[in-house]
């Protein structure tokens, strides 16, 4: 199983980036995808998720409106696309993957991350 995130870096306030997340190893199709962040000292937070067919979103407050999840299923990538970049989006960026399933009628789940991709929003 491989998570491969690419795209951070470092952008000015009001910039955009594109982050993609790689998937290998599993039915991506299957799971539902997430974004992740980390600030310093800060604890790891849910910045988006998108459901296994694409079909539902979800945001944290604090990215609602600026920054949207999609995923191509073909191409077994999720992307999070990132607008009016804030210093405070300032964090290590995670992807996550995760699928719910029951196993003699108790649930279980498989939960796979990435390394994760900084991104510094900074003049």
């Known amino acids: 199983v491989q998570l491969v995130e690419s795209g951070g870096g470092l952008v000015q306030p009001g910039g955009s980036l594109r982050l993609s997340c790689a998937a290998s190893?599993?039915?991506?199709?299957?799971?539902?995808m997430r974004w992740y962040r980390q600030a310093p000292g800060k604890e790891r937070e849910l910045v988006a998720a998108?459901?296994?067919?694409?079909?539902?979103?979800n945001y944290a407050d604090s990215v609602k409106g600026r920054f949207t999840i999609s995923r191509d299923n073909a191409k077994n990538t999720v992307y999070l696309q990132m607008n009016s970049l804030k210093p405070e989006d300032t964090a290590v960026y995670y992807c996550?993957?995760?699928?719910?399933?029951?196993?003699?009628?108790?649930?279980?789940?498989?939960?796979?991350w990435g390394q994760g991709t900084q991104v510094t929003v900074s003049s």
């Open positions: 996550n993957a995760w699928f719910q399933y029951y196993s003699h009628g108790v649930p279980k789940a498989n939960d796979y």
């Open positions: 190893g599993f039915t991506f199709s299957s799971y539902v």
């Open positions: 998108i459901t296994s067919a694409g079909g539902v979103t």
